[in-house]
């Protein structure tokens, strides 16, 4: 059964990096994934597709501060030069024989 | 302006009914899948339904199997979510999302969430 497992919190301060990981379950590992944001009570906001090979394609008008890679399994989502606006939620979604699967969700706190 | 715009929410007994609808402006609705995503409070996304441009394919999640149809009307631009038998378990904020059906660099199938409307409430008590 294909799973998405991310760290429920994350925190970082203004102006940093941090990087978000999600990992897919034991014999998914060349699946691409979907990054989303939602902000406090918003509705999500597509953030980027990711493949395998870490190429990635970014929704529009997201600014140059977000960026994809991958490694094995794992996918990961870097927010570099933190600001206050990107506190919020980050879900990985991806797709499995008509099954759309999300992640738990990362909280990230910018300090 | 490409946009999605949810209706229909609202409060229902349980085991009533709701039909929720999603109007797309902006894009060739035709040319994509649409799939419903619900959030209940404070709770993560969850996946409810696909359907694809001709409808030829619908998946459901299973929780929802049995109680919720999805369709879809391409000239009128819209997609639906007829609601039955519903439970206090269903109290979410709805949303629509277009999806992107691809192969990737793998040469696996994906399908993914492009844009998302702004939701719509559905309570669920008596």
């Known amino acids: 059964q294909l799973v998405l497992t991310q760290s429920p919190s994350a925190s970082a301060s203004l102006g940093d990096s941090v990087r978000l990981t999600c990992t897919l379950s034991?014999?998914?590992?060349?699946?691409?994934i979907a990054w989303h944001q939602q902000q406090p009570e918003k509705g999500p906001r597509y953030l980027m597709n990711l493949n395998s090979d870490g190429s990635h394609n970014k929704g529009d008008g997201i600014p140059d501060r977000f960026s994809g890679s991958s490694s094995g399994a794992e996918r990961y989502l870097t927010i570099s030069s933190l600001q206050s606006e990107d506190e919020s939620d980050y879900y990985c979604?991806?797709?499995?024989?008509?099954?759309?699967?999300f992640g738990g969700g990362t909280k990230l706190t910018v300090l | 302006e490409v946009q999605l715009v949810e209706s229909g929410g609202g409060l229902v007994k349980p085991g009533g009914s709701l039909r929720l609808s999603c109007a797309a402006s902006?894009?060739?609705?035709?040319?994509?899948?649409m799939d419903w995503v619900r959030q209940a409070p404070g709770k993560g996304l969850e996946w409810v339904s696909s359907?694809?441009?001709?409808?030829?394919?619908?998946y459901y999640a299973d929780s929802v199997k049995g109680r919720m149809t999805v369709s879809r009307d391409n000239a009128e631009k819209s997609l639906y979510l007829q609601m039955n038998s519903l439970r206090a378990e269903d109290t979410a904020v709805y949303y629509c999302?277009?999806?992107?059906?691809?192969?990737?660099?793998?040469?696996?199938?994906?399908?993914?969430?492009?844009?998302w409307g702004q939701g719509t409430l559905v309570i669920v008590s008596s």
């Open positions: 902006g894009f060739t609705f035709s040319d994509y899948s």
């Open positions: 359907i694809s441009v001709s409808r030829t394919y619908i």
């Open positions: 999302a277009r999806a992107v059906d691809y192969y990737d660099t793998s040469g696996d199938y994906n399908h993914y969430f492009d844009l």
């Open positions: 034991s014999g998914h590992s060349r699946y691409a």
């Open positions: 979604q991806t797709w499995d024989t008509g099954v759309v699967v």
